[in-house]
């Protein structure tokens, strides 16, 4: 947990080329509820060139981190700290 009560998780991105990685990182990980693993699926842009389509509908690219593409391209995995807020205890 930061100093401001949100508890911290750890998304992995593992490269769909390191299946291998992927398979380690999730078994190492399997126990620990801050740790998310994920196999990056993407496949650089959709639209290419050349062909006719309709004018995009998506408001902004959902893309909001290209420092992580890269990292997960050069070193095949990337780790992104997400904050979230601490849950009330239940009583």
């Not at 998310?36 to 690219?61: K, L, N, Q, T």
Request: aromatic share 8%; net charge positive; proline share 4%.
């Amino acid at each position: 947990m930061d100093t401001c009560g949100r508890m911290r998780r750890y998304l992995f991105i593992v490269s769909a080329r390191h299946s291998g990685l992927y398979r380690y990182l999730s078994q190492l990980f399997s126990g620990d509820n801050r740790v998310v693993v994920i196999m990056d699926r993407r496949r650089g842009e959709r639209r290419e060139g050349g062909v006719w389509s309709a004018p995009e509908r998506r408001r902004r690219d959902r893309r909001l981190r290209p420092e992580v593409e890269a990292e997960v391209r050069a070193r095949s995995y990337a780790i992104v700290i997400l904050d979230e807020p601490e849950s009330p205890v239940r009583s």
